[in-house]
């Protein structure tokens, strides 16, 4: 599985981007979609995730409201809608995949994840 993440960009602050992320190699639909980012200095950090299969979504705390992740299963694609952006939302957003059935202690570990995307960077500006 390979897997394209784009639609990064820079925008100001409260301003909106909505990222993609193109599978290809499989059938990506039954597969749980997660998007990290990680900021200049900082660890890679959980953002949004959609389970494969019942299409259930978590959200980190700081983007929970802000952003949406959804699927179009017929693209085998994945997207994350990010509204109302903040200077601390700069970051490389990666995308990642896994066909494991992770419970949710573990759905937000990078670790977990099998397939990733080669990062797209957002930059808000304030």
């Known amino acids: 599985v390979q897997l394209q993440a784009s639609g990064g960009g820079l925008v100001q602050t409260g301003g909106s981007l909505r990222l993609s992320c193109e599978a290809s190699?499989?059938?990506?639909?039954?597969?749980?979609t997660g998007w990290f980012r990680q900021a200049p200095g900082k660890e890679r950090e959980f953002v949004a995730v959609i389970r494969g299969g019942n299409g259930v979504t978590y959200y980190a705390d700081s983007v929970r409201g802000r952003f949406t992740i959804s699927r179009d299963k017929a693209k085998n694609t994945s997207y994350l809608q990010m509204n109302s952006l903040k200077a601390e939302d700069t970051a490389v957003y990666y995308c990642a995949g896994t066909n494991k059935g992770l419970i949710l202690s573990t759905i937000k570990s990078t670790s977990e994840y099998d397939y990733w995307g080669q990062g797209t960077q957002v930059t808000v500006s304030s």
């Open positions: 190699g499989r059938t990506f639909s039954s597969y749980t």
